[in-house]
C-alpha cells in the first residue's frame, strides 16, 4: 500500500514535477482569463478563470490536503474568506461567534446582521452558561478563533464541536493564528476551516487572499459555487506567490517558534514586564488545552509593560528590529499596539471585556536571529 503522504511533503512537493508540456519542476502559473474549448461542445477541465484556474486550485488542493478536508476555495482575502462561509447560510439563520474574534469579522458579521442577512451573537465560548444558553436559540454557524488576538486566549475546539452539533450547527475555526502546520481543526470536529492565507500561509507578507477548506464535499461544492457566483476568487499570482510561501510553512513555523519561546523566556524575567500572554507558559489559562489540541504554541504573543501608554510610545519608537505595523505571520518581526491599531475600532468597555489593555503589545516573531531580536528589545527597554 502507498504511504500516506506527511504534512510536510504535501507542503513541500504537491504538484511538483507534473508538467506534461516541458516537464517543469515547478508548477508553471497559468494568468490565462480564458481556456480554449478542445472542439465544439468540448470543454476543457478549465474554461474561465473565475470558476475555476490550474494555478489556484493546485493551491486550493494543496490547503485542502494540509488541514485534511475535501475540498478548499481560495479567496481574494481572509475577510473573503469568513463571508464565503457566510454565504451558506439558509434564511434567518442564527450564527454565535466569538466576543473576542478579529475585528475585521466582528465588523463584517455586525453589518451583515443589521441588514437581517442573518442574527449573531458575539459570546465568549469558555463561559459554558452563556455558551449553553446561545445554543438554545438553534444556530446554524458557530464560528471559533483560536488562539484569540491579541491576548492568546484558547478554546476547546473538540468540546466546542460536540455541542454545537448536538444543536445542530456547523462549526468554522479561523486557523490564521497557527496554521495546519500546528493545529487542524477537521481532525478535532471542524467542518470549515477558514484562512487569511495573507499571514503564516503566504508568510512572506507580499500577498493579501484567504481561503476555506471544508471537511465535506457537498460543503466544498457549495464554496465553489459561490465563489464563482460572487467572483471573490483570489488571483492566479497571488495564488502562485502564496504557494510559493507555504513550500516552507513547516520550517518557518518550526524556527519561529522556537524564537518566540526565547523572547517569552525573556520578557517573562523583565522587570519592565507586568504580563506576558503565550500559550506556551504553564502558568497561561489555556496552557492544557493548547498542549492537547495543537502541536505547537506558534510564534505570536502578548506582553504588557509595567508603565502606561507614555512607556508604550517611547518603547515602540526605540525598540529595534520589531517594525511597528499590523499584521502578522511573516518572515519578519512586527510590533503592533492593539489598543491604538488593530483594536482601534472597539470601545473602551469592549477592549477592557476581551482584555486589550492600554499597555499591551502584540509581536509577531519572524525569522531573524534571536539574539538580534532580544537585543533590539533591551533597546526598546532601555528608553523606559
Ligand atoms: C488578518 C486576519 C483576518 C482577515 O484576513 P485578511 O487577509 O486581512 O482579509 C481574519 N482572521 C484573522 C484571525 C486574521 O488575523
Not at 481574494?76 to 434564511?91: I, K, N, R, Y
Not at 471544508?214 to 459555487?225: G, K, N, R, T
Not at 492566479?236 to 516552507?248: H, I, K, N, W
Not at 495543537?294 to 502578548?302: I, P, R, V, W
Amino acid at each position: 500500500m502507498a504511504r500516506t503522504k506527511s504534512p510536510e511533503t504535501i507542503a513541500a512537493a504537491n504538484g511538483i514535477g507534473l508538467d506534461q508540456g516541458h516537464g517543469a519542476v515547478t508548477p508553471p502559473i497559468y494568468l490565462s482569463s480564458t481556456f480554449a474549448f478542445a472542439g465544439f461542445k468540448q470543454a476543457r477541465e478549465y474554461d474561465y478563470s473565475r470558476t475555476a484556474n490550474p494555478t489556484r486550485s493546485l493551491l486550493a488542493d494543496t490547503l485542502a490536503k494540509l488541514e485534511g478536508g475535501a475540498g478548499a476555495a481560495v479567496v481574494a482575502s481572509g475577510m473573503a474568506a469568513v463571508d464565503l462561509v457566510l454565504a451558506t447560510l439558509a434564511p434567518e439563520s442564527f450564527v454565535i461567534a466569538p466576543h473576542d474574534c478579529y475585528s475585521g469579522t466582528q465588523r463584517l458579521l455586525a453589518a451583515r446582521a443589521a441588514k437581517r442577512q442573518f442574527d449573531v451573537l458575539f459570546v465568549d465560548q469558555s463561559n459554558q452558561t452563556a455558551f449553553g444558553d446561545a445554543l438554545d436559540r438553534r444556530p446554524a454557524l458557530v464560528l471559533i478563533e483560536t488562539p484569540s488576538n491579541p491576548v492568546m486566549r484558547i478554546i476547546d475546539i473538540r468540546a466546542v464541536a460536540v455541542r454545537a452539533k448536538a444543536a445542530g450547527a456547523k462549526v468554522a475555526v479561523d486557523n490564521t493564528f497557527l496554521s495546519p502546520a500546528l493545529q487542524r481543526p477537521i481532525s478535532l470536529g471542524a467542518d470549515f476551516v477558514i484562512h487569511s492565507t495573507t499571514k503564516y500561509l503566504n508568510g512572506h507578507s507580499d500577498a493579501v487572499g484567504g481561503a476555506v477548506i471544508a471537511s465535506d464535499p457537498a460543503d466544498a461544492e457549495q464554496l465553489a459555487f459561490w465563489s464563482n457566483a460572487t467572483g471573490v476568487c483570489g488571483s492566479p499570482f497571488d495564488a502562485y506567490l502564496t504557494l510559493r510561501g507555504l513550500r516552507t510553512l513547516f520550517p518557518r513555523m518550526a524556527y519561529q517558534e522556537r524564537t518566540a519561546a526565547c523572547i517569552v523566556a525573556y520578557l517573562e524575567r523583565h522587570p519592565k514586564v507586568a504580563a506576558v500572554h503565550y500559550p506556551g507558559l504553564g502558568s497561561h489559562p489555556g496552557h492544557e488545552i493548547a498542549r492537547a489540541q495543537q502541536t505547537g504554541f506558534g510564534a505570536m504573543l502578548g506582553f504588557e509593560l509595567a508603565g502606561g501608554v507614555d512607556d508604550v510610545r517611547r518603547f515602540v519608537e526605540a525598540v529595534e528590529g520589531f517594525t511597528l505595523a499590523e499584521s502578522l505571520g511573516g518572515i519578519e518581526s512586527l510590533i503592533a499596539h492593539p489598543a491604538t491599531m488593530t483594536h482601534a475600532s472597539m470601545s473602551e468597555e469592549a477592549r477592557r471585556v476581551a482584555g486589550i489593555s492600554d499597555s499591551l503589545l502584540r509581536l509577531s516573531v519572524g525569522l531573524e536571529n534571536a539574539e538580534d531580536l532580544l537585543a533590539g528589545l533591551e533597546v526598546g527597554f532601555s528608553a523606559l
